[in-house]
C-alpha cells in the first residue's frame, strides 16, 4: 500500500500546550498537505508545503518537510479547545494526480 | 466561497440495490475525487476524474462505477450494495494537475443492511 501513516494515532494535551504529529510517506512527492477533520465531517486543507521547500507557517501551524527521511511533522502551537480533531496528512506523489492520504492522528485538547 | 455538496448526508440500502451518490462543485474545478473512510483505515480513493467524461481507478475501485457528463457534477454508483461497502463517503475537488488543495463535501454516510 502507498498510504502514509501518522504518528501518534492519537494525542490528548492541555489547552495552551503545543501538538506535534507526524507523518511518514514511501516515495517521491510533489507536495504534501495537511488537512483537518472535525467529528463527522468533511476534511479542510490547512496548508500545502512542497517537495522543494524545508518549512512552512501559517498562523499556528508550523510544518516541516524531510524529504531524506520522507517525513513531515505539524506543530500547532498553543493549542486550543477548537483544535480538537482529526489531522491528516496528504502526499501528492511524482507524476501522479493521486493524493494519499494518511490514517490520521485523533487531537484532544482539554479545556 | 468553495462549495461542495453531496445529495445526502445519511442514506441507508438493502443489499443488492443499485446506489447512486451526487457530488456538485461550483468552482468549476478540473480534478474530482470519491473517497471512502472508515476507521483505523483513513481516506482510500476510489475514482477521480481529471476532465469531463475521464476516470481513472484510485486504490479500491472493486464494486464502483463513476460519472462525469458535467464539469460540476461527479456521480458515484454501486452497481451492487453489499454490507461491506457501508461507510462514509467523501467527495472532493481541485483546480487541474497536481498541486493544489483539495475542497471536501460534507460527507454522506451510507449503510447497507
Known amino acids: 500500500s502507498q498510504q502514509g501513516e501518522e504518528d501518534p494515532q492519537a494525542l490528548s494535551i492541555q489547552e495552551g500546550e503545543n501538538a506535534t504529529m507526524n507523518c511518514s510517506y514511501k516515495?517521491?512527492?510533489?507536495?504534501l498537505q495537511w488537512y483537518r477533520q472535525n467529528s463527522g465531517r468533511g476534511l479542510v486543507h490547512l496548508i500545502l508545503?512542497?517537495?522543494?521547500?524545508r518549512e512552512k507557517h501559517s498562523g499556528r501551524l508550523r510544518v516541516t518537510l524531510d524529504t531524506s527521511k520522507k517525513s513531515s511533522s505539524l506543530l500547532i502551537t498553543a493549542s486550543r479547545a477548537a483544535d480538537t480533531a482529526s489531522y491528516f496528512c496528504a502526499t501528492v506523489y511524482t507524476g501522479t494526480y493521486k493524493y494519499i492520504f494518511g490514517t490520521g492522528t485523533r487531537l484532544k485538547v482539554l479545556a | 466561497d468553495v462549495k461542495v455538496t453531496q445529495s445526502s448526508r445519511y442514506l441507508v440500502k438493502r443489499t443488492g440495490e443499485k446506489v447512486f451518490l451526487e457530488c456538485v462543485q461550483d468552482?468549476?474545478?478540473?480534478?474530482m475525487f470519491w473517497y471512502r473512510q472508515d476507521p483505523g483505515l483513513g481516506l482510500r480513493l476510489i475514482y477521480f476524474s481529471y476532465d469531463v467524461k475521464m476516470k481513472e481507478k484510485g486504490d479500491i475501485p472493486e464494486g464502483y462505477s463513476v460519472s462525469r457528463e458535467k464539469k460540476e457534477r461527479f456521480s458515484l454508483i454501486l452497481e451492487s450494495a453489499s454490507t461491506n461497502q457501508t461507510s462514509m463517503y467523501l467527495c472532493a475537488s481541485s483546480f487541474g494537475g497536481s498541486q493544489n488543495e483539495q475542497y471536501f463535501g460534507p460527507g454522506t454516510r451510507l449503510t447497507v443492511t
Open positions: 468552482m468549476d474545478h478540473e480534478n
Open positions: 508545503i512542497r517537495s522543494n521547500e
Open positions: 516515495t517521491s512527492i510533489n507536495n
